[in-house]
T-cell receptor, first 111, second 113 residues
Framework: RKEVEQDPGPFNVPEGATVAFNCTYS??????FFWYRQDCRKEPKLLMS???SGNEDGRFTAQLNRASQYISLLIRDSKLSDSATYLCVVNERTGGFKTIFGAGTRLFVKA | DAGVIQSPRHEVTEMGQEVTLRCKPISGHDYLFWYRQTMMRGLELLIYFNNNVPIDDSGMPEDRFSAKMPNASFSTLKIQPSEPRDSAVYFCASLESRGTEAFFGQGTRLTVV
């Protein structure tokens, strides 16, 4: 089983739609969680952190369920510019420190 | 700060040749990660360093791959001999131990023919 698993998609949605991405992680000792965004032929960049209490940044809402080892990202009112790959990221602090990326979910927003 | 700097940006080489990828992390960051990205396998962690010391190299595919970090401002990933299946984008990222965000370089796109 992969350490971080995501639905690869692609998700094809119209502008204005609401879309949700899910991610599961296998290591219960994982300590911090993030969503990164990667545009085509570019490097990944931090989109937002994920907290147990949930957090919101404009049209983006991230949730963490530690009991189920599950992370989600909700995008409301999708824009064309939201088209990208969204990567679920888990930091493990077991002995050392590892930043593990999911394979990413591709999103295409169409006019 | 200029961010994480990787070189070269693109590399095309023949099978069997040695390839060396270079990375300069952000000053003050004490974690450095090497990743490989392909369409089939996504972003894979190859190896990471803390304070220049390799901590976990379990993601390195085989003995043809090696990585070093001789000082806090420089790391290399070497493939010898290279094979066509090594073709991928290789990213370097650095992280401040107390921070949360990993900053990536722009990547090296490697093509082995």
């Amino acid at each position: 089983r992969k350490e971080v698993e995501q639905d690869p998609g692609p998700f094809n949605v119209p502008e204005g739609a609401t879309v949700a991405f899910n991610c599961t992680y296998s290591n219960s000792a994982s300590q911090s969680f993030f969503w990164y965004r990667q545009d085509c032929r570019k490097e990944p960049k931090l989109l937002m952190s994920v907290y147990s209490s949930g957090n919101e940044d404009g049209r983006f809402t991230a949730q963490l369920n530690r009991a189920s080892q599950y992370i989600s990202l909700l995008i409301r009112d999708s824009k064309l510019s939201d088209s990208a790959t969204y990567l679920c990221v888990v930091n493990e602090r077991t002995g050392g420190f590892k930043t593990i990326f999911g394979a990413g979910t591709r999103l295409f927003v169409k006019a | 700060d200029a961010g994480v700097i990787q070189s070269p940006r693109h590399e095309v080489t023949e099978m069997g040749q040695e390839v060396t990828l270079r990375c300069k992390p952000i000053s003050g960051h004490d974690y450095l990660f090497w990743y490989r990205q392909t369409m089939m396998r996504g972003l894979e962690l190859l190896i990471y360093f803390n304070n220049n010391v390799p901590i976990d190299d379990s993601g390195m595919p085989e003995d043809r791959f090696s990585a070093k970090m001789p000082n806090a401002s420089f790391s290399t990933l070497k493939i010898q001999p290279s094979e066509p299946r090594d073709s991928a984008v290789y990213f370097c990222a650095s992280l401040e131990s107390r921070g949360t965000e990993a900053f990536f370089g722009q990547g090296t796109r490697l093509t082995v023919v």
